[in-house]
């Protein structure tokens, strides 16, 4: 299967205010970003030659793998979406 | 503008909807307040649904109203490895007639009912509310705000059954204020359209009859294993990961995801499927060790918020474990109600009643049993060994045998190392290793 597949599958209602916000800062002084692996969502991803991290909140699952992988306390936000926001399953 | 309830619940997933539903019957009026825009949207579990008495004593034909997929008359456990397989199932009678021991559903569908079905006793079912803060006024808990609203929802009592990250249990003070990863697993699902007639041929189903199999073995050596559940005319298949295993792994859950799906065996299973959801969630796996403080004065933590998940390696058991603790905690607010005692002594009736079910008991039973699911041969020796094993007992090619002790440890040599059997034989796991780590 293609992967990108994957991720078109499910719905989402996309509110402009992103719920969880980094502190691209601490990323970059991370050893470990565990968060770009472990998110089922692709939603990070870090480059070795801008040795910046890209966050983006479209595609968030809201599971909380990133909060809880996250050893740094990078977050300056996280919170789940406001009402109505964020992903919809449908048949899960 | 204010509304004041006589309790408020946060959360409309199996806890919170059972806490709901139980107060509402006992006339109190109640809040049932949802992030999502129904029930069940943000929803998602790896799929059978066990037996709920604490439910079934509220609705004595649940099993009739509630909306379920298949019955599980079969249970598979499957050792893989990249390119072969060693099942073990069990087809039980008494799995094929009433009462059953589980079903498949949809989350979206079910949790969707069991609010309403609050909603029918008298609860205020409010949708898309994300609770923001928790409210005090004259130093006691008042009520709660919601992100993006004006005013305020009032209630002498909060239920926090807002789901394994509980933020509600953390502003309170009773859960810490990190997660231990090694605590943590994260589940990935494909939701697979499957023609109902092809899903019981393949599967050896008629009926209503349905089939659960788990995997180990097949997540690459990261810590975990996977599922595949039959519905009606769909199938879910998915891994879950222990999420400090995961992180250091440097491998992605749905390129794992991928690579099962593409296993030879695993291909054939699904093949013909399409895909049309995916969907993950965390699961609060550290078992009776990860409970948080489950009252505090104002409030009562219910479901995966207080980490009422039951891991034993065999079984997943949460859906269960939530409604009861739902039931059990609106059984308390009631009682709370009679006597006028909102603090947290008067609410840890709570704790007792808990403590008496089989939710706390099974979790202190099963207390070790995340200790001995954190060894890494679990997920790639073994299964390879009992592969191999296997291969060689059913191999005949003209070569002389050999006795099957002696090749039972000659395959463990190659593939577990007899120190590392002998200690997993009589150490549970590396139990002391993890907890020098963390």
């Not at chain 1, 996250?70 to 399953?89: E, L, M, N, Q, S």
């Not at chain 2, 006589?6 to 006992?26: D, E, K, N, Y």
């Not at chain 2, 859960?175 to 990935?188: C, H, K």
């Not at chain 2, 065999?314 to 939530?322: F, M, R, T, V, Y």
């Amino acid at each position: 299967m293609n992967i990108d597949e994957i991720f078109d599958n499910t719905s989402f209602t996309i509110d402009r205010e992103p719920h969880i916000v980094l502190n691209y800062d601490i990323c970059a002084g991370c050893d470990n970003r565990g968060c770009v692996n472990s998110c089922p969502a692709r939603c990070y991803s870090w480059s070795q030659e801008e040795q910046k991290m890209t966050f983006v909140h479209d595609g968030c699952l809201e599971c909380g793998t990133c909060y809880v992988v996250c050893h740094k306390d990078a977050f300056t936000r996280w919170r789940y979406p406001r009402g109505g926001f964020g992903v919809a399953y449908r048949m899960t | 503008m204010s509304k004041t309830y006589q309790a408020i619940v946060i959360g409309a997933g199996p806890a919170g909807s059972s806490a709901a539903l139980t107060m509402a019957r006992a006339g109190l009026d109640v809040a049932l307040v949802e992030r999502g825009s129904f029930p069940g949207e943000k929803n998602m579990f790896g799929g059978v649904l066990h037996r709920l008495p604490s439910l079934e004593e509220i609705f004595p034909d649940f099993w009739q109203r509630a909306p379920l997929e298949r019955h599980i008359v079969k249970k598979g456990v499957t050792f893989m490895t990249a390119d072969s397989s060693f099942n073990t199932t069990i087809e039980a009678g008494n799995f094929d007639r009433p009462p059953f021991n589980g079903y498949t559903i949809f989350r979206p569908r079910f949790d969707r009912w069991l609010a309403q079905e609050a909603v029918k006793a008298g609860a205020t079912l409010i949708t898309r509310a994300t609770v923001d803060e928790l409210v005090h006024k004259n130093g006691k808990l008042a009520g709660v705000t919601v992100q993006g609203r004006d005013g305020e929802l009032l209630a002498p009592v909060v239920i926090a059954a807002d789901g394994v990250l509980s933020f509600i249990a953390r502003k309170a003070g009773l859960r810490q204020p990190t997660f231990n990863p090694a605590q943590m697993a994260v589940g990935v699902k494909a939701l697979l359209d499957m023609p109902r007639e092809m899903i019981d041929d393949r599967f050896g189903l008629v009926r209503e009859q349905g089939f659960a199999n788990e995997f180990v073995g097949c997540t690459d050596g990261v810590r975990g294993g996977g599922f595949l559940y039959t519905n009606y005319d769909s199938l879910s298949i998915g891994l879950v990961f222990h999420l400090a295993s995961l992180r250091t792994s440097g491998k992605t859950p749905y390129d794992l995801l991928n690579a099962f799906m593409e296993q030879p065996q695993v291909a054939k299973m699904i093949c013909g499927g399409k895909l049309q959801e995916y969907s993950a969630h965390l699961i609060p796996e550290g078992g009776y060790d990860m409970i948080p403080e489950l009252v505090g004065d104002g409030i009562l933590v219910a479901g995966d918020a207080a980490a009422f998940c039951n891991a034993t390696g065999l079984n997943l058991e949460g859906i269960n474990l939530a409604s009861h603790s739902g039931v059990l905690a609106g059984k308390a607010v009631v009682e709370a109600h009679r006597n006028r005692d909102f603090s947290k002594q008067g609410l840890s009736h709570y704790k007792k009643l808990l403590e008496e079910s089989y939710v706390i008991k099974d979790l202190k039973l099963y207390r070790k049993a995340p200790h001995m699911l954190h060894n890494d041969r679990i997920y790639n020796e073994y299964p390879e060994l009992m592969c191999s094993f296997m291969e060689y007992i059913y191999r005949i090619d003209g070569a002389p045998k050999e006795n099957l002790s002696r090749l039972f440890l000659k395959s463990a040599r190659e593939k577990v190392g007899l120190g590392n059997l002998m200690a997993d034989g009589l150490a549970p796991g590396e139990h002391y290793e993890y907890r020098r780590n963390f």
